[in-house]
Antibody
Framework: QVQLVQSGGGMVQPGTSLRLSCAAS????????MHWVRQAPGKGLEWVAV????????KYADSVKGRFTISRDNSKNTLHLQMNSLRDGDTAVYYC????????????WGRGTLVTVSS | EIVLTQSPGTLSLSPGERATLSCRAS???????IAWYQQKPGQAPRLLIY???SRATGFPDRFSGSGSGTDFTLSISRVEPEDFAVYHC?????????FGGGTKVEIK
């Protein structure tokens, strides 16, 4: 079954760190660029980060640059998002998403995991 | 950075009516690199349209996308009960990617 299964998330205090994971199955993970997209409560979608299929490059939204790191392990079909120096504004449901090789639109999404940053 | 503005914010319709959703870009989008997603409460978004007008697998032909340049439209010819949801547009012209604020299609 083609799917992305997310783990991690939870409630943390401002300034702390959290790591999200996304396990892929049912497709050749190493062939696809992977992204993280988030959605604050009651708000729209916000692109967070992308990593190339071979892990050779990454790009980030300005809102997370220098604090978040996207990585992948193609041998384990797993995507990660390391989130440091978390802020209240990072509170959101975080989705991992598979992008097409022909263009960065998302044809497969994880179910999302809630990250709450609160003191 | 390309900013996408969706309108209206909420569209109240009765089943069987036509829905027209707008997505306007702050600058011209090359190669029609616009996607639309449907999102129902508590669920992840689901790809609906890519390349501005190509329909994704699993969606019926009452859904259609059109437009070019800075103005793009998602149309639902006759809204069915299962179509009431939030619709998001997204550009993938260049980095950073961005989404519009979403249009909620609700039952009138």
């Amino acid at each position: 079954q083609v799917q992305l299964v997310q783990s991690g998330g939870g409630m943390v205090q401002p300034g702390t760190s959290l790591r999200l994971s996304c396990a892929a199955s049912g497709f050749t993970f190493r062939n696809f660029p992977m992204h993280w997209v988030r959605q604050a409560p009651g708000k729209g979608l916000e692109w967070v980060a992308v990593i190339w299929s071979d892990g050779s490059d990454q790009k980030y939204a300005d809102s997370v640059k220098g604090r978040f790191t996207i990585s992948r392990d193609n041998s384990k079909n797993t995507l990660h998002l390391q989130m440091n120096s978390l802020r209240d504004g990072d509170t959101a449901v975080y989705y991992c998403a598979r992008a097409m090789m022909t263009g960065w639109y998302f044809d497969l999404w994880g179910r999302g995991t809630l990250v709450t940053v609160s003191s | 950075e390309i900013v996408l503005t969706q309108s209206p914010g909420t569209l109240s319709l009765s089943p069987g009516e036509r829905a027209t959703l707008s997505c306007r870009a702050s600058q011209s989008i090359s190669r029609n690199t616009i996607a639309w997603y449907q999102q129902k409460p508590g669920q992840a978004p689901r790809l609906l349209i890519y390349g501005a007008s190509s329909r994704a697998t699993g969606f019926p032909d009452r859904f259609s996308g059109s437009g070019s340049g800075t103005d793009f439209t998602l149309s639902i010819s006759r809204v069915e009960p299962e179509d009431f949801a939030v619709y998001h547009c997204q550009h993938y012209d260049s980095s950073p990617l961005s989404f519009g604020g979403g249009t909620k299609v609700e039952i009138k």
